[in-house]
């Protein structure tokens, strides 16, 4: 099946920097969705992005499928900005609705 | 805006019960999931549902069974729980195609 590898695994940053984070994945993809999970657990849409941009507010995202990579950006970090983000695929095969999970870079925003 | 609903929030049970966990939604998706999410194994697939009646095998199906009897609700049901399904339980729907949207998620403890 379709692999999907997240780096960093970690990462923390005093309230106010920019961070990066990256998804690659083994194989084509029709779905490529960024997630946040808070700390009550609840997993947070932030981007449905199978391929180029979008921004929304201090977030960004950026998928490029020909080289199976997508790009999480968030600036002017703040505390609420903690948890952990998740990437998803979902394979380019007929019919798959399955989306593939990431395991997540853990961010830590520090007043 | 998309509202997937889960029934617990936190909920415990004995070895052996038989445990439901519902789900609702309120778009008329054709799709539903449950996920299971345990540290360092990342979110994986139990079973999903395309279509009323109609179910599908994930990647751990193993000790669970699903039933869909009504488009917006899908339930995952564990015939004779064991502690090694303690875990965080996620629900997610769909349309064809389009991004999965998550509920708030249940923390199932068996004791």
């Known amino acids: 099946g379709i692999q999907v590898e997240q780096s960093p695994p970690d990462l923390i940053l005093q309230e106010g920097a920019n961070s990066t984070l990256r998804c690659n994945f083994s194989d084509s993809v029709n779905n490529l969705q960024w997630f946040h999970q808070n700390p009550w657990g609840q997993l947070i849409n932030l981007f449905y992005i199978p391929s180029g941009t979008k921004q929304n507010g201090r977030l960004s995202a950026t998928t490029v499928a020909t080289e199976r990579y997508s790009l999480l950006y968030i600036s002017s970090s703040q505390t609420t900005d903690s948890g952990v983000y998740f990437c998803?695929?979902?394979?380019?095969?007929?019919?798959?609705?399955?989306?593939?999970f990431g395991t997540g870079t853990r961010l830590t925003i520090i007043p | 805006d998309v509202k997937v609903t889960q029934s617990s929030r936190y909920l415990v049970k004995r070895t052996g019960e038989k445990v439901f966990l519902e789900c609702v939604q309120d778009?008329?998706?054709?799709?539903m999931f449950w996920y299971r999410q345990d540290p360092g194994l990342g979110l994986r697939l139990i079973y999903f549902?395309?279509?009323?009646?109609?179910?599908e095998k994930g990647d751990i199906p193993e000790g669970y069974s699903v039933s869909r009897e009504k488009k917006e609700r899908f339930s995952l049901i564990l015939e004779s729980a064991s502690t090694n399904q303690t875990s965080m339980y996620l629900c997610?729907?769909?349309?064809?195609?389009?991004?999965?949207?998550f509920g708030d998620g249940t923390r199932l403890s068996i004791l």
């Open positions: 778009m008329d998706h054709e799709n």
């Open positions: 549902s395309y279509d009323v009646k109609m179910k």
């Open positions: 998803a695929v979902r394979g380019s095969n007929f019919g798959n609705e399955k989306l593939t």
């Open positions: 997610a729907s769909s349309f064809w195609g389009q991004p999965q949207h």
